[in-house]
């Protein structure tokens, strides 16, 4: 059963960072998959932010551009969103996934994690 685990999210001020990591568990050929995460505001549709690819490729939503980093570690099956200047509207419900941007095509889903950002 393939499963994504994201790290817990957190509350934090405006101007503050936090890290996220999604590990992809009973994945086989892990290192073969682009991830991408997602995210969720309250009252608005699931919209992917960042992507990175088998190659190594990435790619950004301009709304997270400069501020979030994504990078994975494949030896430990695991992605990482690196956010920095949060803002209030980053506040949403974060999702990796096992394909980036258009949420009708990863195969696998993590649970999500909660990111509030407080002015």
């Known amino acids: 059963q393939v499963q994504l685990v994201e790290s817990e999210g957190d509350s934090v001020r405006t101007g503050g960072s936090l890290k996220l990591s999604c590990e992809a568990k009973?994945?086989?050929?892990?290192?073969?998959?682009?991830i991408g995460w997602f995210r969720q505001a309250p009252g608005k549709k699931r919209e992917g932010i960042s992507c990175?690819?088998?190659?190594?490729?990435?790619d950004y939503a301009d709304s997270v551009k400069a501020r979030f980093t994504i990078s994975r570690d494949n030896s430990k099956n695991t992605v990482f969103l690196e956010m920095n200047t949060l803002k209030p509207e980053d506040t949403a419900v974060y999702y990796c996934?096992?394909?980036?941007?258009?949420?009708?095509?990863?195969?696998?889903w993590g649970q999500g994690t909660r990111v509030t950002v407080s002015s």
């Open positions: 990175i690819t088998a190659d190594g490729d990435i």
């Open positions: 009973s994945l086989s050929q892990f290192e073969t998959y682009a």
């Open positions: 996934a096992t394909d980036c941007f258009d949420v009708l095509r990863p195969k696998w």
